[in-house]
């Protein structure tokens, strides 16, 4: 009697403060917690509070409401659910069959889905591995609208399949279809799916795009197949553009903001912040400062005050801080942390999450790696963004979605 009415306790205080976490990398797209509560001192280890298992995937949960929505793949089929965050439940669930081929290259990372779904305006929008953009509601899971791109585009998935997270911005779904050969940065309208406007040049790469105000513009910047891309919010025209390649084609990195400043990086290219600047009719994209040490694959950084903290792909994965006014390297620690860390800050903390299932919380601090507790929170790879929630945190790993509490 006395541990259930404990366990009780535990979830009423967990429920108690939960902020949503709508999208990928959070209510701002850039990774930070609002009002997040550091336990004091953090445990020596976690508690499991439930654990389901949803189907495999990368995709991230998000959080309105009270409810966890999350995206993954049963046999053969993707499949979106509504989970109450208290307990585990499954509340609606829905499935249509996406029949996909892997990459001999990427086999190891699975069928997919890759894609975080943004929710907003009371519906949910997915974008699958083989590139099917659905809309539904928030509620009772009921579809509202979809999208296929294949009479279209032919290919409608890169190489490695769908990666990059739509999302929305002034009732607009803005996300990047086609394939390797054909594709366009696309804004459909939230409520219809009908096309408000497009940018066609080229497919996509595997980068969330974001939507920012810049010299007084609304812009959305992507990394397409070969470029960084900025383009109207509202109408989709292009205002600058950088072309930028990587091995393999994997422009993968969420471009990060500063101020003025939008911090970008990919596979072996270095860090460097460029200004987006207009002159007349003309914008350009003046480069800031740029730092070869330091370079992202797949992880996206997090902008704090002054600093910026990610991992680089180098010495086998390294975490980092750099200064985002000049691009100096703060620190690098040892090495060997990971493939790739999903990191995500809160108050004075960083929750580094990589992909062996190590959750490592350390101080925000620009002059070292202080590490404050290190978890074990999964038995499979966590490609996922850890999502806090209260007094514990989301954990996706291959096949499951668990919550943890550090109370």
Known sequence: MRKGILLGALVLSMAGWAADWPQWRGLLRDGVIADFREPSPWPERLKAVWKANVGIGHSSPVVVGGRIYQFARQEGNEVVAALDLTTGKVLWQQTYPTPYKMNSAATRHGEGPKSTP??????LYTFGISG???CWNLADGKLVWRKEFDKEYG?????FGTAASPIVDNGLVIVHVGGNSRGALTAFDAATGNVRWRWAEEGPGY???IAVDLGG???VINQSRNNIISVSAVTGELLWKIPFTTQYVQNIVTPAIYGQTVILSGLDKGTFAVRPVKQGNTWTAEKVWENPDVSMYMNSPVVSGDYVYGMSHKKRGQY???DARTGTTQWLSD???GENAAIVQGGAVLLLLNNEASLVIARR???QLQIIRKYAVAESPTWAHPVVTGSGVLIKDSNSLALWSWQ
């Open 118 to 123: 943004a929710a907003a305006g009371g519906r």
């Open 132 to 134: 099917i953009l659905s």
């Open 155 to 159: 290919e409608t998935s890169p190489d």
């Open 207 to 209: 980068t969330s795009p």
């Open 217 to 219: 513009t609304r812009q």
């Open 320 to 322: 980092f801080c750099l």
């Open 335 to 337: 090495g060997r942390e």
């Open 365 to 367: 601090d620009p002059k």
